[in-house]
């Protein structure tokens, strides 16, 4: 394609977004609703990715056992964890180690300094990796069956709930993008459709003159995707100044809440986002324009 051509589709382009004010404002507006539907739905979904993997490595899955438990119990009970499917990784935690971790965490050596030894009430525990934290209830099932565990520490119920959350977004989310992407793209058709209109004698004077079909439809194409980069464009770069202050309120607000959850930072969120807005945007664009052109541009 010449340089020539493609200044001349850019140019007509641009001039058909200002011939068609309203539409086009309409059909931005549209697409940037979609867009920022696809922005809420995968920033609530990539923190609650985010909470079930820090879940998973904050809390796991940890087994105590009993009191009195023998070298032969540990080991037996070791190598039945091992068997256990989607078990990853075993990690035995003697109690002296046990009870090091626990004066470290919570800064209580002073306080805990007479535990140590036959006065440690702490038992012999493992720490148990799982493949996924969706997994996580068959462990426990299968955890169970084996003889020797005293206490079984998990985060089921919250696991439970945040998958329930996480396939609720994914589906609501998916539902709602596919039905505002329909509207957007029919609002599109309408903007290209009075472009198609207004332009249609000059239309009919470069088709007698030898223009080519696609020579007609590039123009069109390229208001679409202009229409579909500004419509991406906005409400990303909006979405993501309000992302990092909300988090930033909620991080001031309930300070405990850093102990527990760490945010995803906006630049992780929207360095894969920006591109695939702004690609989602151009593509509603673009078929908004072809439906269009198919439907009711006659070359």
């Known amino acids: 394609m010449k340089l020539r051509s493609i200044k001349y589709f850019l140019k007509e382009g641009i001039t058909g977004l200002f011939k068609n004010r309203l539409m086009t404002i309409a059909s931005i507006a549209a697409v940037a609703f979609c867009v920022f539907m696809i922005t809420l739905t995968y920033s609530v979904m990539a923190n609650l990715n985010g909470m079930l993997g820090q879940l998973e490595e904050d809390i796991g899955v940890v087994v105590f056992l009993e009191k009195d438990a023998h070298a032969e119990d540990i080991q037996r009970i070791n190598d039945d964890l091992k068997k256990v499917p989607h078990v990853t990784e075993v990690s035995y935690i003697p109690p002296d180690e046990a009870l090091t971790g626990l004066s470290e965490k919570w800064e209580a050596g002073g306080i805990l300094e007479g535990f140590t030894g036959d006065n440690n009430p702490l038992s012999s525990s493992f720490e148990i990796d799982i493949d ?8 426990i099932e299968a955890l169970g069956n084996i003889k020797g565990i005293r206490k079984i520490r998990h985060a089921a119920t919250e696991t439970e709930l945040l998958t329930k959350l996480s396939s609720g977004v994914k589906i ?18 309408n903007t290209i459709k009075v472009s198609i209109y207004i332009r249609r004698d000059e239309i009919g004077i470069m088709k007698l003159i030898g223009a080519t079909d696609w020579f007609v439809r590039w123009p069109f194409l390229v208001e679409g995707a202009i229409i579909g980069i500004i419509g991406a464009a906005i409400p990303t770069a909006v979405c993501w100044l309000i992302y990092e202050r909300v988090v930033m309120a909620i991080n001031d607000a309930i300070p405990v809440i850093k102990n527990v959850f760490t945010f995803c930072s906006g630049i992780e969120i929207f360095s894969i986002l920006l591109p695939v807005a702004i690609g989602a945007g151009v593509l509603l664009g673009v078929v908004g324009s072809m439906m269009s052109l198919r439907k009711h541009l006659k070359v």
């Open 132 to 139: 996924d934290i969706t997994n996580q209830g068959e462990v």
């Open 172 to 189: 609501g989310g998916a539902c709602l993008l596919l039905l505002i992407a329909i509207i957007a793209i029919v609002t599109i058709v």
